[in-house]
């Protein structure tokens, strides 16, 4: 069966430092990856996705990248964070015919 | 344009009552799946239903049910004897579709179940 795995769970940073989150899927091949960021009390924000190694996507012009160095691995990056940059960060995968499955996702707060 | 439409921000009903979660969409392609996922408190999104375009059959699983019509471009969702463990944010979604893979999202509403 498919997992995915996102970590960490939380997250407490300073402005300005850089940001690494990581998301990994087992049990299924050429997955189409997400990130979304959720702010407080609002809806999901697709921020990226990608439908190959090293096809990247980007919705929301912003402070962040993301990379898929391998076929199941995509990261999410910043080289400095921004007090804006707090929030809830999802990682799903999906094919074009199965639903979007999702991460336990990762709390940010920066402060 | 494609668009999902909750327009329910927040719901408050008092356990063992019925409540009903609108969910409307906008598409102009005949090939799409609509989904409902469950927000906890916890954060995490758990899926509850995908349903394609092409089939408007009605869904009952336990307490819930989602009522698909095309005709109106809606996908709308009822827990029965709502209970407090129901308390979540609800999101509607809708893709991929022939034209966008992606998965557009609906804002969101909150349920909260009263004791």
């Known amino acids: 069966s498919q997992t995915i795995h996102q970590w960490p769970a939380t997250l407490v940073q300073p402005v300005g430092s850089p940001l690494s989150l990581e998301c990994t899927v087992e049990?299924?091949?050429?997955?189409?990856l997400y990130w979304y960021r959720q702010a407080a009390g609002r809806g999901l924000q697709l921020l990226f996705y990608?439908?190959?190694?090293?096809?990247i996507s980007s919705e929301v012009p912003q402070n962040l990248s993301a990379s898929r160095p391998q076929d199941r691995q995509f990261i999410l990056s910043s080289k400095k964070l921004l007090l804006s940059d707090s929030g809830f960060y999802l990682c799903?995968?999906?094919?074009?015919?199965?639903?979007?499955?999702f991460g336990q996702g990762t709390r940010l707060t920066v402060v | 344009a494609q668009k999902v439409t909750q327009a329910q921000t927040e719901i408050s009903v008092v356990e063992k009552e019925d409540v009903t979660l609108d969910c409307v969409y906008e598409?102009?392609?005949?090939?799409?799946?609509l989904f409902w996922y469950k927000q906890p408190p916890s954060g995490e999104l758990v899926f509850l239903i995908r349903r394609n375009s092409f089939d408007e059959q009605n869904e009952i699983s336990g307490r819930y049910s989602w009522n698909f019509q095309k005709s109106t471009s809606s996908f709308n969702f009822t827990i029965t004897a709502s209970q407090v463990v129901d308390s979540a944010v609800y999101f509607c979604a809708l893709g991929p579709t022939d034209s966008n893979y992606q998965l557009i999202w609906g804002a969101g509403t909150k349920l909260i179940i009263k004791p």
């Open positions: 990608s439908v190959g190694i090293g096809q």
């Open positions: 049990g299924t091949s050429n997955p189409n």
């Open positions: 799903a995968w999906g094919t074009e015919n199965t639903e979007a499955f």
């Open positions: 598409t102009r392609d005949t090939t799409y799946y």
